[in-house]
């Protein structure tokens, strides 16, 4: 909790805190399902703050830590080819694949690049015509907006150079495959702010209706998360389960139809493998027929590869919400930050990652 | 990865056929895609997700997010150490 005494909104966030706990009746478990939302709660140790009445369980809204595995071994496959420079968010290139990982490649000589934004990896296709230019177009629907830009301005100006590498999932078929789990004991989900900046909330409610969970959409900064956890545990309490918008700054209903329509001609949705989950129908994007040509699985020819995971790791339900972090017999052990046996625990979006950089070595419970 | 950060737009300007910008993050200025928000317009202010204007925010707002990020190290971590 030393982040949020330090926080400058501290007391409007103990306030918060305050009015949620005095709220519940009962321990409610709710879901973060970002990731970014998942590293501020464990960072300013709202999850400790409001211990008792909620349980946050974190959910699978990391894009590194859900490419699967044997999209990173393309990945690896692809960037190990003379000739090729292969661009990526930095996040990726300590992600393990079967053997090694593209800080490996880079380290043997391989051209790894890493790139704020895909326009970056763009323009170093129009700089390096004779070279083969490939993007790792990971994330969810916040991040595919700025993916698509990329591939139809490599179409639009013919630079055939360029290529990507699409792993897209999207959150509410995610959201569906934890809630018909028998497993799941999910009461309420925080939707991801900036996919909904980008989508809309429109999707949610079906999800609301089937389901009858509360799906509030919330923001990342510590005084937004609370915000959010405060309305859905009012929702619960009442028993009326719907969806709110509590990041109403930067969301609206529609969404950015602009980039909805770019994102509809650039990608066509597909089912998609989860690292640690497995297959969920329909939850990714990939290149539609349209951009096929600008599809690096394809171009290379890797779409044969397949994968098997470590054995120790269990970051499949860690995802879920079925384990915490420090619940895993590797945590801390076989599997750390320097050494990641999954993803899980590269990124610093990952649950396990955030667990262990904030010292989160015990449950909760056994403290007790 | 997915972090998403306000900034101002500074500038509007055409490059390879895309409208593009620049944007402060609170003393950072970066080249922004401002493709998605047509209506945007220099003074605004925008949340960026890896260089791309996805949505507008209130001044206010973006202020306090970005006091918020700085005081968390977010913004380092994002744009690196600002001197």
């Not at chain 1, 090729?84 to 593209?102: A, K, N, Q, W, Y």
């Not at chain 1, 916040?142 to 179409?155: D, E, L, R, S, Y």
């Not at chain 1, 129908?281 to 995971?309: C, K, M, N, Q």
């Not at chain 2, 990020?69 to 971590?77: I, P, V």
Request: glycine share 8%; net charge negative.
């Amino acid at each position: 909790m030393k982040y949020l005494d330090e926080f400058r909104d501290g007391a409007m966030a103990q306030s918060l805190a305050r009015e949620i706990r005095e709220s519940a009746t009962r321990k409610w478990a709710i879901m973060e399902v970002c990731g970014g939302q998942t590293h501020s709660i464990v960072r300013n140790g709202l999850d400790q703050l409001l211990d008792g009445a909620v349980e946050m369980i974190h959910g699978p809204g990391c894009p590194v830590c859900v490419t699967p595995l044997e999209l990173i071994d393309k990945a690896l496959a692809i960037a190990s080819q003379p000739g090729v420079i292969f661009c990526s968010f930095g996040d990726m290139l300590r992600v393990p694949g079967s053997h090694h990982d593209l800080f490996r490649v880079k380290a043997e000589g391989g051209d790894v690049r890493v790139v704020y934004s895909p326009l970056d990896a763009l323009q170093i296709a129009r700089e390096n015509p004779d070279r083969e230019v490939v993007f790792f177009g990971i994330g969810f629907e916040t991040t595919a907006p700025a993916n698509a830009m990329a591939v139809h301005q490599g179409k639009l100006q013919d630079i055939a150079n360029f290529s990507m590498l699409v792993s897209h999932v999207l959150v509410p078929p995610a959201i569906e495959a934890i809630m018909s789990s028998p497993r799941c004991r999910v009461q309420a989900f925080l939707a991801a702010g900036h996919v909904c900046s980008v989508m809309g909330y429109w999707q949610y409610y079906p999800l609301v209706e089937r389901y009858k969970v509360p799906i509030v959409i919330t923001g990342f900064e510590p005084l937004d998360l609370l915000e959010g956890i405060r309305r859905t545990v009012h929702l619960l309490e009442a028993g009326t389960p719907q969806v709110e918008n509590a990041y109403e700054r930067a969301v609206t209903f529609e969404g950015n139809q602009t980039a909805q329509k770019l994102l509809s001609e650039v990608f066509e949705v597909t089912d998609r493998s989860w690292r640690g989950i497995g297959e969920i129908p329909r939850s990714g994007w990939r290149l539609s027929d349209a951009y096929h040509d600008f599809d690096a699985e394809y171009r290379f020819s890797v779409s044969t590869i397949r994968a098997e995971e470590s054995p120790i790791c269990r970051s499949g339900e860690v995802l879920q919400g079925n384990l915490k972090p420090n619940e895993c017999p590797g945590f801390g052990k076989e599997c750390t930050p320097r050494h990641p046996l999954g993803a899980t625990m590269v990124s610093t979006e990952g649950a396990c990652a955030a667990y262990y950089n904030y010292g989160r070595f015990v449950s909760v419970d056994s403290i007790r | 990865m997915c972090l998403a950060v306000p900034g101002q737009v500074k500038e509007i300007y055409e490059s390879m056929g895309t409208r593009m910008g620049r944007v402060n993050f609170g003393g950072v200025v970066k080249e922004v895609c401002l493709a998605y928000l047509p209506e945007i317009a220099v003074g605004d202010y925008t949340i960026v997700h890896v260089g791309f204007a996805i949505t507008k925010v209130d001044e206010e707002s973006a202020h306090r997010t970005l006091e918020t990020f700085r005081e968390m190290g977010l913004l380092d971590e994002e744009f690196g150490p600002v001197n």
